[in-house]
């Protein structure tokens, strides 16, 4: 074997460059003392240990440290991992080189008094509790259907009640009453066909962890004139709105609040969702936004102008629907949002800015804000009760204001947008 063979051999082994480091995969599933005996050569060589029997490995590689940490798991032992910051610039025997802006230190103990053992079951690792104490804490903490405190995924974010926890809590919870059921694009293509349907949405649970199923049911969907849809948490990245857009008319972000550390208790972060609206804006989806409006939670003023304020800012013809809450599945502690806080609510939302703002799920309780009116003349083109449309002057019009012409944007025919 010659040397550039042999360099290949190891580099495809183990990674190139300091960064670039792993664990050879091989040696999750060979034998326990050759395990060792590699974390043995880790020590030996960017490692150490300390008196007491306390061990270190430091790299700059990520995918080693947690490498090494994975083989202390199968050995036995418990591992920490600690991520120090540090500059990019440095010298090494008085050369200037670029350094890796993270370094990580895997620390574990042998054998002995101050080791961290763990028992192995098939499902579960069982780490002892060493001490108990209380300390100051900010942050987010996720209860998991903890008793008297009932949290639950949906939407891919972590969150007490649901709407719509018939279709959303399918596969995890015995109690909807509703069994999943294998079905093919074509066969969900035809069901809507068969009554009339002309959106296909894909909704409950998140969408966009689920998008390539979705693109396969919208390409048959499209092929039959079909217009298709997301509802969706906007969790999303560029790279799989570019991937749905081919196939994708219609979006519909759930925008929660606009107070970011009530949103990562949610297990979201409000950056992302502010990201993706703005990137779904450019790219030319039909948008519309809905915040469901909690006692409590998001019903302020202040926070309901934030909103209203970046959606302007964003497109002052994106459609805002500010929606009452009911209590419902596992948030029935407090009660559900009434008509005045709605219709304030879309008052900041016109106030702002905003030409399309609705008011939800009250429906003959908040007055005009059922209805879509021209924002030039004001008159009446789409007159709605709850889900039911009563008249409709703008899809004849395909948009356009009956009285003074005006262009309203929208979806006013199969997958043609104005």
Same mark, same amino acid.
């Given at each position: ?67 090494? *940490?994975? $083989? ?5 032992? !418990?591992? +920490?991992? /600690?991520?120090? @910051?540090?500059? %990019? ?101 035809? *069901?809507? $066909? ?5 959106? !296909?949405? +894909?909704? /409950?649970?998140? @969408?966009?962890? %689920? ?120 948030? %029935? ?86």
């Amino acid at each position: 074997m010659t040397k550039s063979s042999l360099a290949l051999f190891f580099e495809n082994l183990c990674g190139k460059g300091a960064a670039g480091k792993r664990v050879p995969r091989q040696l999750f599933t060979t034998d326990r003392s050759v395990q060792e005996a590699f974390l043995d050569a880790c020590i030996a060589g960017d490692g150490h240990e300390y008196a007491g029997g306390k061990l270190t490995v430091t790299t700059v590689s990520r995918d080693l440290a947690y490498g090494i *940490a994975t $083989l202390v798991l199968q050995s036995g032992g !418990l591992s +920490s991992i /600690y991520v120090a @910051p540090r500059g %990019t610039d440095g010298r090494i025997q008085g050369r200037a080189v670029r350094l890796q802006p993270e370094q990580f230190s895997v620390v574990w103990y042998r054998e002995g008094e101050r080791s961290r053992r763990l028992r192995e079951t098939p499902r579960h690792f069982l780490v002892p509790v060493t001490s108990v104490a209380m300390e100051p804490f900010e942050g987010d903490v996720f209860n998991l259907e903890v008793e008297n405190e009932h949290s639950y995924v949906a939407g891919f974010f972590a969150v007490k009640n649901c709407q719509n926890a018939l279709t959303s809590q399918t596969l995890r919870d015995p109690a909807m009453g509703v069994e999943p059921q294998e079905v093919t694009p074509d066969q969900i293509v035809d *069901a809507a $066909l068969r009554h009339r349907a002309r959106i !296909l949405t +894909s909704t /409950y649970n998140e @969408p966009l962890i %689920t998008s390539e199923w979705a693109v396969e049911v919208f390409k048959a969907g499209n092929a039959r004139g079909l217009t298709c849809s997301y509802v969706s948490n906007g969790n999303a990245t560029p790279e799989v709105l570019d991937y749905i857009r081919p196939w994708v008319d219609l979006y519909k972000v759930d925008l929660k609040g606009f107070d970011d550390k009530r949103y990562r208790k949610l297990g979201g972060v409000l950056q992302t969702v502010l990201e993706t609206i703005r990137l779904l804006n450019a790219r030319g989806f039909w948008l519309e936004v809905v915040t469901l409006l909690i006692p409590g939670f998001n019903d302020s003023d202040e926070e309901v102008r934030d909103i209203a304020r970046f959606l302007a800012s964003v497109s002052p013809d994106i459609p805002w629907h500010v929606t009452a809450f009911h209590p419902d599945y596992k948030m %029935t502690d407090r009660d559900g949002t009434p008509a005045r806080p709605l219709l304030r609510a879309a008052e900041i939302g016109l106030a702002e800015g905003l030409r399309y703002v609705y008011a939800g799920n009250l429906p003959g309780r908040v007055g005009p804000f059922e209805n879509t009116y021209c924002p030039s003349c004001r008159t009446l083109l789409v007159e709605r009760a709850g889900y039911t449309i009563l008249r409709d002057h703008l899809t004849p019009t395909r948009g356009l204001c009956p009285t003074c012409s005006t262009r309203i944007p929208g979806v006013w025919g199969r997958r043609e947008r104005v």
